[in-house]
């Protein structure tokens, strides 16, 4: 069964460090999605991407986040300078944008920032 | 205002059914959607329903839709061990799929 896979499953990094997050979708796929997660916490939309380029953002998805699709295959969030508030599960979901738009998560990549 | 609302635990024998609550927010919504998420785990998607059915069955599972009180409901009979998890509800809203959770119930399942 095709599924969404991120890596790194877990991040350790220190405040002010760059971090990128990778996500490679299912292959007909055409809308990609950032969610974050923080522990204990609601699941929260981040971005969504579309036609190479962002479709909608969210409040939290401010100057310090990017995301991009470099070689149409890979699925990327980078955080630029992390703060400690960015610790969370970050889930990246996708779907082939048919009538019933299910939206498929992979695992997650939980980010520790110190 | 923007949020799914869900009650956080839920705690039920094994061989009951549990019902997990939901309500959401808009009545425009066409696609409503319940995810199962394990310990440590991704989100997994249970079911869903579109937003002209009162009501979906699959297996164990018993969706119920009142879109007058913008209420959903997952039921799951027979419940065991391994249903044990947290469950969001999600509806879909605008032109991009975004999804909106709730904050999710965890579920107990006592044997």
């Known amino acids: 069964e095709p599924e969404v896979t991120q890596t790194p499953s877990h991040q350790v990094t220190q405040m002010g460090q760059e971090v990128i997050l990778r996500c490679v979708p299912i292959?007909?796929?055409?809308?990609f999605y950032w969610y974050r997660q923080i522990l204990g916490q609601k699941v929260e939309f981040l971005v969504s991407?579309?036609?190479?380029?962002?479709?909608?953002k969210s409040e939290i998805f401010d100057d310090q986040f990017s995301v991009e699709r470099p070689d149409g295959s890979n699925f990327t969030l980078k955080i630029r300078s992390t703060k400690l508030e960015d610790s969370a599960m970050y889930f990246c979901?996708?779907?082939?944008?048919?009538?019933?738009?299910?939206?498929?998560f992979g695992e997650g990549s939980r980010l520790t920032v110190l | 205002g923007e949020d799914v609302e869900q009650s956080l635990f839920l705690s039920v024998r094994e061989g009951d059914s549990s019902v997990i609550n939901c309500t959401y927010t808009?009545?425009?919504?066409?696609?409503l959607y319940w995810y199962k998420q394990e310990p440590g785990a991704g989100l997994q998607l249970l079911t869903y329903?579109?937003?002209?059915?009162d009501m979906k069955q699959d297996q164990r599972l018993t969706v119920l839709l009142n879109k007058k009180d913008k209420h959903l409901s997952l039921r799951i009979a027979d419940t065991q061990t391994g249903d044990s998890a947290i469950y969001f509800c999600?509806?879909?809203?605008?032109?991009?799929?975004?999804?909106?959770f709730g904050s999710g119930t965890k579920l107990n399942v006592k044997p």
């Open positions: 979901a996708t779907t082939s944008g048919t009538v019933t738009g299910e939206l498929f």
């Open positions: 292959s007909n796929h055409l809308y």
């Open positions: 991407f579309y036609n190479n380029e962002i479709s909608e």
């Open positions: 808009d009545s425009s919504s066409t696609y």
């Open positions: 329903i579109f937003s002209n059915m």
């Open positions: 999600a509806e879909r809203r605008g032109n991009f799929n975004k999804f909106y």
